[in-house]
């Protein structure tokens, strides 16, 4: 499933995995607007949904995943002059199976702390190798964390820190990291990311529809 480009169009129950995460974000009171950043192949295809005009913008993103969400604020921005107070949220598409309940803590963790992003305690030990897979350390899982999203951001803040940023980073966390403290707030096993045909089979077990 790797990079195809295809897991937003996987069927889970009688769901596109898009229409699932859509669905979610969008039944959330606090969230007025939602931008799908899409491969600029796929823009017509995301189109082609329904989704609602009103509320959801397909926008084709960058090369990489920092670049799309840059192209998303950008097209924010310029479309919606008054963004400048509001909270930016990031999610992952391939994490369809989010409850609305955990989108709901996460926006209004971020009223208070400004940054925010979802994690998960790690339950399995944990051990850095080097080049040959030999152990070199142990590493003490107390103070780690398995990071997920959604991450929550004032908009300012997240602005800020794509602009200052001097290298790819893996998440939007770890580019407001530089700038602002960043809180955890803790997810849910079942917000994880679609990412092998193991992922996607489980999802489907999970479904009830």
Known sequence: MGGCGCKP?????????IERTVGTLLSSPYIEHLVVLSRSD???????????????????????????????????ALTF????????????????LTSPSLVSRMIEGAFQ??????????????KRVDDRLVVEESLK??????????????YRLLQAAHDQAKAEA???????????PVQVILGE??????????DLE????????
Do not use: W
């Open 42 to 76: 796929d823009v017509d295809r995301f189109g082609k949904l329904g989704f609602d005009k009103r509320r959801v913008s397909i926008v084709p993103g960058g090369a990489t995943r920092q670049q799309s969400v840059k192209a998303g604020l950008d097209y924010l």
């Open 9 to 17: 169009f996987l069927q889970i129950g009688s769901k596109l995995v």
């Open 141 to 154: 899982r107390e103070h780690l964390v398995a990071v997920q999203t959604p991450q929550v951001f004032a």
């Open 189 to 198: 096993a079942r917000n994880f990311k679609l990412t092998t045909a193991e």
């Open 113 to 126: 702390y400004k940054a925010v992003t979802a994690a998960i305690p790690l339950a399995d030990s944990l």
């Open 81 to 96: 002059p008054a963004l400048k107070d509001s909270y930016i949220l990031v999610h992952d598409a391939a994490r369809c």
């Open 170 to 180: 893996t998440d939007d966390a770890s580019l407001v990291e530089a700038i602002h």
């Open 202 to 209: 489980m999802a489907r077990r999970l479904v009830e529809d």
